[in-house]
């Protein structure tokens, strides 16, 4: 298959599209700049230039596949309804170019979309009071091309998505703790979050490609509940330092982003049981708290690129 990939070069993206190639897939990949082309073409794929904005670009990559991954998602986080947007017109224009043709198409959103406080299943509806409700546009946009002849569907990503390299949630709690002195969790700590590796995530993304039926919601989830406290926990024992209990007003102050700690105070357990079922996964790496005793997480450079990120989402 020829696959048509956008955000091959983020946190995930390479190892998507380095598991498609290995699987003997052809994949070209959106490129923006000079450095992406040659990330692209150092993972065996082909570079298409262009970026999400630009529309034409996104419906002639497309065109010329066999099948369409679209990972890539960024703007400006303060505008999460012109994310949404953007989004959505991207979602459409690449959707419109499969039209009939019964071709696979396959979008991300994220398991945060789901409802808080209990096991979140892949058949529920989204809930549109989740803190990335502003996903749930682009879920609804792809899923609509299922009535017009395109194979489509959404894998929904754990909000930690881990192993070598990780710049998300995990670095920013790390980082904070460095600083501190000590690691925090909110209450009692048993707030529980999903997480997954990053192979075996890409692994879901070629599944659903090759064989996930039209309409199909999917979770990129290997582990369904780690508690927060028990992420705290084990930071604090690498770092050799005291874990400790803060108010949501305290865990702002100490991970100096107010965002942040919304997301650290979730309780947002989801399973993935219909997903392995339907494509024969099973999650075979490492888990969350075993990467963070043998991972590169306790790298201060990571921290720092993490804690970069997040300011700009706070």
């Known amino acids: 298959m020829h696959v048509f990939v956008t955000g091959g070069?983020?946190?995930t993206g390479p190892a998507v599209v380095s598991e498609l190639v290995a699987a003997?897939?052809?994949?070209?990949?959106?490129?923006?700049?000079d450095a992406a082309a040659a990330k692209l073409e150092a993972l065996g794929a082909t570079p298409h230039r262009g970026s999400l904005d630009d529309l034409d670009g996104l419906r002639r990559g497309a065109e010329a596949a066999d099948g369409v991954l679209h990972m890539a998602y960024g703007g400006d986080f303060a505008d999460p309804d012109g994310l949404a947007r953007r989004d959505r017109a991207a979602i459409e224009a690449l959707g419109q170019a499969l039209a009939g043709s019964g071709k696979p198409f396959v979008s991300t959103s994220g398991t945060l979309v789901t409802r808080a406080g209990r096991v979140g299943s892949e058949r529920e509806a989204p809930d549109p009071d989740s803190v990335a409700a502003f996903r749930i546009a682009g879920e609804r946009a792809c899923l609509a091309f299922a009535?017009?002849?395109?194979?489509a569907g959404v894998v929904r990503l754990a909000?930690?998505?881990?192993?070598?390299?990780?710049?998300g949630f995990i670095p920013a709690l790390i980082a904070a703790?460095?600083?501190?002195?000590?690691?925090?969790y909110i209450g009692d700590g048993a707030n529980r979050w999903p997480a997954v590796h990053r192979l075996d995530a890409a692994r879901v993304f070629r599944l659903a490609l090759e064989k996930a039926p039209a309409g199909s919601v999917l979770h990129g989830v290997g582990e369904s509940a780690v508690t927060i406290r028990s992420i705290a926990e084990r930071i604090a024992r690498s770092l050799g330092i005291p874990t400790v209990?803060?108010?949501l007003e305290q865990a702002a102050e100490h991970l100096?982003?107010?965002?942040?700690?919304?997301?650290?105070?979730?309780?947002?357990?989801v399973s993935s049981e219909h997903t392995q079922a339907l494509l024969g996964w099973v999650p075979e790496h490492p888990t969350l708290l075993e990467?963070?005793?043998?991972?590169?997480?306790?790298?201060?450079?990571?921290?720092?690129r993490a804690e970069e990120i997040w300011l700009r989402h706070g």
């Open 256 to 269: 100096g982003n107010p965002f942040l700690a919304r997301f650290f105070s979730l309780d947002v357990p």
């Open 245 to 247: 209990s803060l108010t």
């Open 159 to 167: 909000p930690t998505v881990h192993g070598p390299g990780d710049h």
């Open 177 to 184: 703790a460095r600083r501190a002195g000590v690691s925090a």
């Open 291 to 304: 990467n963070l005793e043998t991972g590169d997480y306790f790298d201060p450079e990571a921290g720092r």
């Open 147 to 151: 009535d017009r002849g395109v194979r």
């Open 9 to 11: 070069t983020g946190q």
């Open 24 to 33: 003997g897939h052809t994949v070209t990949g959106l490129a923006r700049s």
